[in-house]
């Protein structure tokens, strides 16, 4: 299985901050990588499709970067409602696996 | 709009056999290069990819279940159907089930609100 590593694991920060997470494969996935943000109680959302496309409808302060195994998603102006876990997902190969999540939480 | 849900038991005892199924409506499993996904979450860990269906009838599963899981569809009732054998404790999870788009996307845009099972005696 490719392992997706992210870090951090958790991080804090103020309104208002731009904020980075990075999510490392184990090997290529060219650039088959996908961002989701998940909310306590909530099924994921789609943020970031095929490294760096926006989903529809998800704000412009999100942006997605990186090909082969080194990722980023950036937010970059941390608004109140962005407090939730972010996970990074391969889907070059099977099984499409995830990272062990970031936790955002706003300061 | 497309939209997922997922159905099923809420318990399961050891080693009894997992029947979820996701009724879906917006969108068709006979479109070419639609799937259909399940993934899962235990209490407080990650999410974890355990398989897929395509509209043509190709399935992928996770290996590590590849002997216990099954996926079948049925298109004209707009139903997948998650078949898991002999379930563990271990197996006690949120499970979600969700659209894969056509095209060359391997990504999961839409999400059934997940259903808890709980495998315990």
């Known amino acids: 299985d490719i392992q997706m590593t992210q870090s951090p694991t958790s991080l804090s920060a103020s309104v208002g901050d731009r904020v980075t997470i990075t999510c490392r494969a184990s090997?290529?996935?060219?650039?088959?990588l996908n961002w989701y943000q998940q909310k306590p109680g909530k099924a994921p959302k789609l943020l970031i499709y095929a490294a760096s496309s926006l989903q529809s409808g998800v704000p412009s302060r999100f942006s997605g970067g990186g090909s082969g195994t080194d990722f980023i998603l950036t937010i970059s102006s941390l608004q109140p409602e962005d407090s939730a876990t972010y996970y990074c997902q391969q889907s070059y190969g099977i099984p499409y696996t995830f990272g062990q999540g970031t936790k955002v939480e706003i300061k | 709009q497309i939209t997922l849900k997922e159905a099923g038991p809420t318990l399961v005892k050891p080693t009894q056999t997992l029947t979820l199924t996701c009724t879906f409506s917006g969108f068709s499993l006979s479109t070419s290069g639609v799937g259909v996904g399940w993934i899962r979450q235990p209490p407080g860990k990650p999410l974890e990819w355990l398989g897929i269906i395509y509209w043509d009838d190709d399935k992928r599963y996770r290996p590590s279940l590849n002997s216990r899981l099954t996926l079948t569809k049925d298109t004209s009732k707009n139903q997948v159907v998650l078949t898991m054998t002999n379930m563990d404790p271990v197996d006690t999870a949120t499970y979600y089930c969700?659209?894969?788009?056509?095209?060359?996307?391997?990504?999961?845009?839409?999400w059934g609100q997940g259903t808890l099972v709980t495998v315990s005696s």
């Open positions: 090997q290529s996935v060219s650039s088959y």
């Open positions: 969700a659209h894969r788009r056509g095209g060359n996307s391997r990504d999961f845009d839409y």
